[in-house]
């Protein structure tokens, strides 16, 4: 279903059939769903789901291959003492880091997670379409499986919505089968919950694999009220194109309380289908040692502390 | 792969369940004069929960009396600025015993922890904390230079929201001067008795607040009373009605807060999602037990298959059991009676031609239960649209014009409330304008505030409570 | 016999207490001119601080709920009972009054505080109004609070003065910086301890000790100060603030101890806005 030529007035057409969104009773219901209490056997279950969505991250300029190395290495085997733990759903990284995370995953087993490089000069966005090309190109050449790309927010705040889709079209059309694409709305600039709707659907409308809401670099970044937005918006396209498109919060989900909230929104939004790394990432660093501390917690039925989780 | 959520319920350990309760009379729990009691029960499992004392005539005399005394030699000579800091006593005592009281609430009322937690309870405090604060600003208003209160009132409350309910009527009550004789409903007098202990701790003048519970009957005696000028009351339309009558004649004031058949109005250019979920909160918060309650879906005719497929999906989402739950949506019908009238009201939807829907649902073995529903083609002649059904079934009626709208909202004896549902902002004020409802909610439903007045036109009931305007009812020749 | 451990008095700005930048610190004596304390001598410099940090202060302040507000006051007044009796002990050495007199003094102002604590919530009700404007407009005025408010104390009450000065600019939702009265310093800040254990957010209240005259110009020349309650300036200062205040137009009242919600309006602005009525 082409639900837009990519024109700006047919773009413009598009997003003006979109529901508008009301701040407060959106706020509401993302609060009302952060009101469930996971327990026991569902806590559990989702402890593990949340660390097999985790985009585990880093994105300093002063990421060096030692610091790589030792993500990836923790991406595999969480928790050295404990091999039950699954494995993260990917590894994300600047460009030129992924050759490194790639070699260093295929060494300690783990083939099967794949490397996401952030891409198209993450993470303002502010360069030439050029630039942009090569950044992605050469991510793809050194084994980037996943571009996480940043949309143009200048372009999209300024009402030049047809160069922000064809950005992304353009992008996609460099990933082809080799890499799945995640594009970041940077929602923390977007502002509205009008803008998080509309940017949502522009980018699935322009190829997006993944929608996701943040570089991490802005706050605020992935708050419950967004998240569901995005959640709403892929279960609504679902319906109108049979396509599953992702979502991917990042930024700002630091524990496990906030992990399971994301959980919760994505079951009773989009719905159980969206409850696997395929479908919905998440986007973060020291989380995954705070649900290792709280599923050992579970484990040993005391409390554990920072000594018994690596800092990598 | 699907998302389980094991069960999370809220423990009882921190409620102190007597096995029997006393009257509150002049400050002291006694028993009733003759030694009679009735039994409350758990409505999610039919457990019994206590024995609580029933009021006869001369137990109501004796409150009255107590009220009396209270009010003329205590209360009406304390300074108002006093008068209010044992208002902010009351309310900071609520405050910290809300987990206690949220607990005993849901398991004598039936409705979830989720709610009893979030809402009844933290407005019950927030209203007494309000009105606190205007005990010694009558002056200021515009209710006269020197307002005076009546002396003791009466007040009769019902069952869907005990404790908040008692809030309404007690804190302006004795914010203004008053003092109180309270009747709780029948099948949910225990957070009333428990605030009765809040006012001890409190250290409130015996007789200031005095609880009688019992039945219809003890509401009678309150209302006949000799010594009672003003009588307060929300319950149903046909109780409220039978108030007027016997009030008739006498000097007796009363405000009445009774039924409604509140319409949701849901134009094309609502924002659909959180539309949705304010049809949802209208009619299934608090198992739609709500006076207030948009138990009329009124959608415009070009959006409802789209607004209804959305409904369905949403409604599937709602768990119903254990109130005591965290993660229940929906528990128990209040009792067996209730269930009995939401049945045979649904059965005339049913025999009518309605079209009748409910999510797939399993309703517990033990307790009362009825699932979340809906009834599309509903015409404004069926009994499920004009009858006040107070349970979670909702009618859907169609429009296709604003004024087709107003008119079929408006085509009602009823008044107390309405939603607005639509982007545009010049649309909401003249819909609201148009509407004759007492409470209008635009792009929300079933918001409260102590500061925000509550209450209905025409059969909804007389005057309002909550705000500037609701302290009129409790002071003499003031509307 | 014991010695006790005397209390340093230092300033109260953005949540916290420094001393004055400027090392400086004056000296308090009792109505017998014993000597009680040093407390700071703020300096114009402390005062644009304490301006910045309530200027920080006041969108938070202002945008919380009104209830919120005023469980916030109320709290404020909770604290203020348990330490009746460190206030009595300052009153009496200070002013040279009674026990019994402090005593009433400091239940006064606990119950002041309480009544402006109970006026956040409804001063729009009362005071706000739907005007009815002819044509299909729906026309409301609410009152907002002003931003932020020099406050100068009483010069010759040490709580009193202050509360009924700092709780009705509070009330209404601004930010205040109060400078307490020369002489009778010690409960203001004492009073600061309280609303920096009290929920009150850092930078909604700050309090300056020191020299009225002083600090008095660079308050009223100050350009980010909306209002100024003049109570506990001289005629003389009062003038010369009104002078330097036409710079911003500033906002400025004088009142001698009244208790009344018109101390809430004063420092209000009032906002009108229009919407249509139609389909």
């Known amino acids: ?312 | 792969m699907t998302f389980e959520y094991a069960p999370a319920p809220e423990s009882t350990a921190v409620v102190k369940l007597k096995p029997e309760y006393g009257l509150f009379i002049n400050g002291k729990f006694v028993p009733a004069k003759d030694g009679k009691t009735f039994a409350t029960i758990n409505p999610a499992n039919e457990q019994h929960l206590a024995k609580v004392a029933y009021a006869s005539e001369s137990d109501v005399n004796k409150a009255v009396a107590a009220a009396n005394e209270a009010y003329k030699k205590i209360w009406s000579k304390m300074p108002a600025a006093e008068r209010g800091k044992y208002l902010y006593r009351i309310a900071r005592i609520l405050q910290e015993r809300a987990r206690e009281f949220a607990v005993l609430e849901s398991m004598d009322n039936g409705k979830p922890i989720r709610e009893t937690r979030d809402v009844d309870i933290p407005l019950a405090a927030a209203h007494f904390f309000y009105h606190a604060g205007w005990a010694d600003k009558l002056e200021h208003a515009g209710m006269g230079s020197n307002p005076k209160p009546h002396g003791v009132v009466g007040q009769i409350i019902p069952w869907n929201f005990p404790l908040l309910m008692l809030s309404w009527k007690i804190a302006p009550a004795l914010a203004t001067g008053n003092t109180v004789v309270l009747k709780p409903a029948e099948t949910t007098p225990l957070t009333a008795l428990l605030f009765a202990e809040v006012c001890q701790q409190a250290g409130l003048p015996a007789g200031v607040v005095n609880i009688v519970t019992g039945d219809g009957k003890t509401g009678s005696l309150i209302v006949n009373h000799k010594d009672i000028q003003k009588i307060a009351f929300t319950g149903s339309t046909a109780v409220g009605k039978g108030i007027a009558r016997a009030i008739a004649g006498t000097k007796k004031a009363a405000t009445l807060e009774l039924g409604g058949k509140g319409a949701n109005i849901v134009f094309e250019d609502a924002p659909i999602d959180e539309t949705v979920e304010g049809i949802i909160n209208g009619i299934f918060f608090n198992q739609g037990h709500v006076c207030c309650a948009g138990s009329r879906l009124l959608v415009q005719e070009n959006i409802q298959e789209e607004l209804l497929e959305k409904l369905k999906r949403r409604m599937a989402l709602i768990r119903l059991g254990d109130p005591l739950d965290k993660n229940t949506d929906l528990g128990a019908i209040n009792s067996a009676a209730q269930l009995a009238k939401i049945r045979e009201l649904v059965g005339s939807g049913d025999a009518e031609g309605a079209e009748r829907w409910s999510p797939a649902c399993d309703l517990p073995a033990k307790g009362f239960w009825y699932p979340p529903t809906f009834f599309t083609g509903v015409t404004q002649a069926n009994r499920i649209a004009r009858e006040e059904i107070f349970g979670p079934v909702l009618s859907v009626i169609s429009f296709r014009t604003p004024q087709e709208a107003i008119e079929k909202a408006n085509n009602t004896p009823f008044g107390l409330s309405a939603g607005i549902w639509t982007d545009k902002g010049s649309r909401i004020l003249w819909t609201a304008k148009h509407l004759k409802a007492g409470v209008i909610w635009a792009n929300t439903f079933n918001k409260f505030d102590p500061a925000s007045p509550f209450g209905g036109y025409k059969e909804s009931g007389w005057g309002r409570e909550g705000g500037r305007h609701g302290l009129a009812a409790y002071l003499k020749g003031v509307h | 016999m014991r010695i006790d451990v005397k209390k340093t008095y230092k300033l109260y700005i953005g949540g916290a207490f420094p001393r004055s930048e400027s090392g400086r610190s004056y000296e308090v004596k009792s109505a017998k001119g014993v000597f009680i304390a040093n407390p700071s001598q703020a300096s114009r410099k402390d005062l644009r601080d304490a301006v910045v940090a309530a200027r920080s202060a006041q969108a938070g302040w202002s945008s919380a709920t009104a209830f919120n507000r005023a469980q916030i006051l109320y709290r404020v007044a909770e604290i203020m009972e348990g330490r009746t009796s460190q206030f009595v002990d300052e009153i009496v050495a200070l002013e040279g009054v009674t026990p019994a007199a402090a005593k009433k003094q400091v239940e006064a102002a606990i119950d002041l505080w309480v009544w402006y604590a109970g006026w956040c919530d409804k001063i729009s009700t009362i005071f706000g109004a739907t005007n009815p404007v002819s044509g299909s407009f729906y026309n409301f005025t609410t009152p907002e609070a002003m931003g932020v408010v020099g406050v100068f104390a009483p010069q010759k009450s040490s709580l009193l003065g202050v509360v009924q000065s700092l709780a009705p600019v509070l009330a209404a939702g601004n930010t205040a910086i109060l400078i307490a009265s020369e002489k009778f310093p010690l409960p203001a800040i004492s009073l600061g301890e309280v609303l920096a254990t009290s929920d009150v957010p850092g930078g909604v209240v700050n309090i300056l000790t020191g020299i009225t005259a002083e600090l008095a110009p660079w308050m009223a020349s100050h350009m980010d100060v909306d209002a100024i309650d003049a109570s506990g300036l001289s005629a003389a200062q009062e003038k010369e603030a009104r002078l330097e205040g036409v710079e911003n137009l500033k906002r400025i009242f004088a009142f001698k101890g009244d208790q009344t919600p018109q101390r809430v309006l004063a420092f209000m602005e009032n906002k009108t806005v229009w919407h249509p009525i139609g389909i």
């Open chain 1, 1 to 312: 279903m082409i639900l837009t030529d990519g024109s700006e007035s047919s773009i413009k057409s598009f997003l003006r059939t979109l529901s508008p969104v009301d701040q407060v009773g959106a706020d509401a219901r993302a609060a009302m769903l952060a009101t469930r209490s996971i327990k026991t056997s569902s806590k559990v279950w989702a402890i593990d789901t949340a660390i097999s969505m985790i985009d585990l991250t880093t994105l300093e300029g002063a990421d060096t291959p030692g610091k790589v190395r030792a993500i990836c290495t923790k991406a595999v085997r969480p928790d050295p003492s404990d091999p039950t733990v699954p494995h993260v759903g990917a590894i994300c990284v600047y460009n030129d880091m992924v050759k490194i995370a790639r070699d260093q995953l295929d060494a300690s087993g783990g083939k099967d997670i794949p490397v996401a490089a952030v891409s198209t000069a993450f993470p303002s966005g502010r360069a030439s379409l050029e630039v942009k090309q090569r950044d992605t190109e050469d991510a793809i050449a050194n084994g980037a499986q996943e571009i996480d790309m940043v949309i143009d927010r200048g372009a999209f705040l300024s009402g030049n919505l047809a160069k922000v889709y064809s950005e992304i079209e353009f992008i996609k059309g460099i990933c082809g089968d080799k890499a799945h694409l995640k594009v970041i709305l940077e929602t923390g600039e977007l502002v509205t919950y009008d803008n998080v709707r509309k940017a949502s659907f522009l980018a699935m409308a322009a190829g997006a694999d993944f929608i996701k809401t943040s570089t991490g670099k802005v706050t605020p970044a992935a708050t419950a009220p967004v998240v569901l937005i995005m959640l709403e918006a892929v279960r609504d396209y679902y319906a109108m194109t049979g396509k599953k498109i992702g979502v991917k919060p990042a930024g700002g989900i630091r524990n496990t309380k906030d992990a399971i909230k994301q959980l919760v929104l994505v079951n009773e939004t989009a719905g159980p289908e969206w409850l696997n790394p395929q479908l919905f990432r998440i986007g973060a660093s020291a989380l995954l040692n705070d649900l290792l501390l709280q599923r050992m917690k579970i484990r040993d039925g005391h409390y554990a502390g920072p000594n018994y989780v690596t800092l990598d």
